[in-house]
Nanobody, 112 residues
Framework: QLVESGGGVVQPGGSLRLSCAAP???????????VAWYRQAPGKEREWVAS???????DYSDSVKGRFVISRDNARKRVLLQMNNLRTDDTAVYYC?????WGQGTQVIVSS
């Protein structure tokens, strides 16, 4: 089970921090998980945003590179997505993914 939180409404240029928790996962398993964030804007395909691998590697899509930071909090079994300098085209439902598992999504709206 993956549970996202932290979405909301923010003005352009603002920041939000999303959290993806894995409450039903034992700690040692969480350490091995590769976790990614995806997003889906209205009327568009779901797109990959960022990933954190169990070896520490982090990757970002070109559209968020330099603005978003993905990090792991292994002790709390969660992955965070710090989103800075948000733009209106960041508006979407953000989903957490690991393997076959998906969260329910959290809505982010960037609007003035």
């Amino acid at each position: 089970q993956l549970v996202e939180s932290g979405g909301g409404v923010v003005q352009p240029g603002g920041s939000l921090r999303l959290s993806c928790a894995a409450p039903g996962t034992i700690l040692s398993t969480f350490w091995t998980m590769n976790v990614a964030w995806y997003r889906q804007a209205p009327g568009k395909e779901r797109e990959w945003v960022a990933s954190t691998l169990n070896n520490g590697q982090r990757d970002y899509s070109d559209s968020v590179k330099g603005r978003f930071v993905i990090s792991r909090d292994n002790a709390r079994k969660r992955v965070l997505l710090q989103m800075n300098n948000l733009r209106t085209d960041d508006t979407a439902v953000y989903y957490c993914n690991s393997g076959e598992r998906w969260g329910q999504g959290t809505q982010v709206i960037v609007s003035s």
